[in-house]
């Protein structure tokens, strides 16, 4: 079955600092990948999205994440972390098979605070 | 561009009382889906509805339904609830077109059943 996993529920950086976030993947096919952020009271924000090609996607805010089909990993990264990317981070990929079965299986998601 | 739009945003009822909510898509969308978040179970598809139709279906009870009125407005309807049913309900419409196009969310039902 699919599954997303986001080994880390809760992480605190330094403003400035470099950031990682983890996440794992189980799926047959060739995934469809996402990154969202969730602000308190906020909506849902797609940070990045990937399909196929380059496996180092870059997307808003400064944020890039890299496909490891080896690893069935696509972490995301940031190289230096402000204050107002506290937020949560979700991890999906999408299940879209050939009977336009599409839905997205989501990570429980990483909380990250941010030290001033 | 007006974004998704939910309403109520918060919610209170009662264990075996129903509840409606409504989510107004993207103009242009023509997809829109539903999903449940808890702090346990994270985010989890409850089903998405195209052009009106019921497309998908994710793993809930047939108390949740929904519908798609032609204008793309979609509602969703909680009926018995229980409590195990309070949650943030969010809703996110696309153009539906093609794998993985990008789903826009609303900021969601806050849903409490007590």
């Known amino acids: 079955a699919q599954s997303v996993t986001q080994p880390d529920i809760h992480i605190t950086v330094s403003e400035g600092a470099s950031l990682e976030l983890r996440c794992n993947y189980s799926?047959?096919?060739?995934?469809?990948l996402f990154w969202y952020v969730q602000s308190p009271g906020q909506g849902l924000q797609l940070l990045l999205k990937?399909?196929?090609?380059d496996t180092l996607v870059q997307g808003i805010k400064g944020f890039e994440a890299e496909f490891k089909r080896s690893q069935s990993s696509f972490n995301l990264r940031k190289p230096s972390v402000h204050w107002s990317d506290a937020a949560e981070y979700f991890c999906?990929?999408?299940?879209?098979?050939?009977?336009?079965?599409?839905?997205?299986?989501w990570g429980l998601g990483t909380s990250l605070a941010v030290n001033p | 561009k007006a974004g998704v739009t939910q309403t109520p945003r918060y919610l209170i009822k009662t264990r075996g009382q129903q509840v409606t909510l409504s989510c107004s898509p993207i103009?242009?969308?023509?997809?829109v889906s539903w999903y449940q978040q808890t702090p346990g179970q994270g985010l989890q598809f409850l089903f998405e509805?195209?052009?009106?139709?019921?497309?998908n279906k994710g793993n809930f009870p047939g108390r949740f339904s929904g519908r798609q009125f032609s204008n793309s407005r979609s509602e969703m309807n909680v009926s018995t609830l229980e409590l195990g049913d309070s949650a943030l309900y969010l809703c996110?419409?696309?153009?539906?077109?093609?794998?993985?196009?990008?789903?826009?969310f609303g900021p969601g039902t806050r849903l409490t059943v007590l």
């Open positions: 996110a419409s696309s153009n539906g077109q093609g794998f993985g196009d990008e789903q826009f």
């Open positions: 103009s242009g969308h023509r997809s």
């Open positions: 509805y195209f052009s009106e139709t019921q497309r």
């Open positions: 799926y047959g096919a060739t995934p469809y």
């Open positions: 990937y399909f196929s090609g």
């Open positions: 999906a990929v999408g299940n879209f098979n050939a009977g336009n079965n599409r839905k997205l299986i």
